[in-house]
């Protein structure tokens, strides 16, 4: 069993480092090739691509993430079918209302609109995907999965790009975004092509699970709202705030270190969910307590030799690409850089809050996180211009890393832990 995590660890290090360094790529590639604004409009897009997955998500991930731990292919397969009805009925509802409402807001049915609407359907149902597979600890092909999705598109697009620049726009990346999602897809369903599919389409929708779950998950709902928002509402208060060019400085950044926060999460943190999960269910707390304390040092660990390594492999790429300019908003990237270090941290206590049923406090964390990242976000850019936006960050997540550690580790495990409410 050891040796097989070991094993899961190691791939999904490598696959995630190299998603890690090609999305770095094509962060620099934008920046230099497309400018500071093209990058806050990426930023921006980037932010509603995150956001509306939680936004019409109504917080249902949450459950089928722990629920869904210990079950047999058909029943995960039955599981996540019915989650991903919910998502479809509202997304056709969001597109609806989206396109209906788009003249409104001032722009026009163009391109970029189209392709940021099949965005968020395909990042809405990859989320939806994506858990339910580490949930099974099937996390190596959650991150295949994901390097598809996410970086194998990059290469081409940026040689492209740089060979003609015609081809240097962001509806160009956009659209190659897209036929990454596809061919995501198309990996899953080779790897569960032998599943009983055909049985899911003749069993009906679990109603009574829809129900219970959509009726009782509204504070979790909330939870992802703040969630969303505290990785990307910063970044809209630094383009109303400071304006487009600065936000694209600020996303460049924020694309770096973010980078790290994935990378931790998924080669580390998220594997240990079904592990705290597993460790609950025994109902002893210090054994749940020593696996929560192993996990944590791990993540720590790692998050801090993954965000010096980031620091100094950016630093060099600044150098060789002729882009020093940006090396005048290193307090920003440091700050950011640390703000990454402790999300990543406080992901896995959050995990560790999941395994223990401790589903009100995990959103209560969440939505005040949210609440707390744009008072200090706003207060930091108004004393100290964009760099003080990185302390506000720095400075949030070092408060809900705190506030979750003494949850914790200070507070009895309630009885039942790690059952399925």
């Avoid at 050891?2 to 791939?11: G, I, P, Q």
């Avoid at 219970?212 to 990785?231: A, Q």
Wanted: with cysteine; proline share 3%.
């Amino acid at each position: 069993m050891k040796l097989a995590r070991h094993v899961t660890n190691l791939s999904s290090i490598g696959l995630r480092g190299a998603t890690l360094a090609i999305r770095f790529g094509l962060s620099f590639y934008i920046v230099k090739f497309l400018g500071y604004e093209a990058f806050g409009v990426y930023g921006l897009v980037l932010g509603l691509v995150g956001i509306m997955p939680a936004a019409i998500g109504w917080g249902l991930n949450y459950f089928v993430a722990r629920e869904i731990v210990g079950k047999t292919p058909l029943e995960a397969l039955l599981l996540v079918r019915d989650r991903l009805v919910v998502s479809v009925v509202s997304l056709s509802a969001l597109t609806v209302l989206g396109l209906a409402g788009l003249p409104f807001t001032g722009q026009s049915y163009s391109t970029m609109a189209l392709l940021i609407f099949l965005l968020i359907w395909a990042e809405t149902l990859a989320l939806d995907v994506n858990q339910p597979l580490i949930g099974m600890d099937m996390a190596l092909l959650a991150n295949v999965v994901f390097f598809i999705r996410a970086a194998l598109w990059v290469i081409p697009v940026s040689g492209a790009g740089i060979l003609f620049p015609e081809l240097r726009k962001l509806e160009f990346i956009f659209g190659a975004w897209l036929v990454g999602h596809v061919l995501a897809n198309a990996a899953i369903f080779i790897f569960i092509r032998r599943w009983p599919l055909s049985v899911v389409g003749q069993t009906p929708i679990d109603r009574a699970w829809l129900r219970k779950r959509l009726s009782t998950s509204w504070f979790i709902y909330l939870s992802d709202l703040g969630l969303v928002g505290l990785i990307y509402l910063d970044r809209y208060i630094v383009g109303a705030s400071l304006g487009l060019a600065f936000a694209g400085i600020y996303s460049f950044y924020w694309s770096l270190t973010n980078a790290l926060q994935t990378l931790v999460q998924t080669a580390v943190a998220q594997l240990a969910l079904p592990t705290l999960v597993r460790a609950a269910r025994t109902e002893k707390r210090e054994i749940w307590l020593r696996t929560l304390q192993v996990e944590f040092v791990r993540t720590l660990l790692f998050s801090i030799a993954i965000s010096i390594a980031i620091f100094f492999a950016s630093d060099i790429l600044l150098q060789k690409m002729g882009m020093s300019d940006l090396r005048l908003h290193y307090n920003l990237f440091v700050m950011l850089l640390i703000a990454a270090v402790f999300r990543s941290c406080s992901d896995l206590l959050s995990m560790g809050l999941t395994s223990i049923n401790r589903d009100q406090s995990y959103a209560a964390m969440n939505i005040g996180g949210m609440i707390l990242s744009v008072a200090l976000v706003f207060t930091g850019i108004r004393m100290f211009g964009l760099d003080g936006a990185g302390f506000g960050a720095a400075l949030t997540a070092l408060i809900l890393v705190g506030a979750r550690a003494f949850l914790l580790f200070n507070r009895p495990m309630p009885s039942g832990g790690g059952t399925v409410a």
